[in-house]
């Protein structure tokens, strides 16, 4: 029987902050502010999404160059359902 995948705190309240925000890109600043994060640079943000992509999949989430992430509409079911767990 395979266990629920979880994520950290911050991992989980950065995917919230990308689910609340579906259809649209999120600059890594916005992203900060929705999940709580103040300290959240470059490294720590890509370090963040790393495993929210292990779990649902690489293409999860889009990179939009220059602009942040915005989840993408196949996740979104996957993702309301780690969050729900």
Do not use: F, K, Y
Not at 17 to 45: F, K, P, T, W, Y
């Amino acid at each position: 029987m395979e266990s629920t995948p979880r994520l950290a705190q911050q991992e989980a309240a950065v995917l919230r902050a990308l689910l609340d925000c579906q259809g649209r890109v999120v600059s890594r600043r916005e992203l900060a502010r929705l999940a709580g994060i103040a300290d959240l640079n470059d490294r720590r943000c890509d370090s963040l999404l790393v495993p929210i992509r292990r779990v649902l999949g690489s293409d999860a989430i889009r990179t939009v160059r220059g602009r942040g992430w915005m989840l993408a509409p196949v996740a979104i079911d996957r993702a309301t359902s780690l969050l729900a767990a």
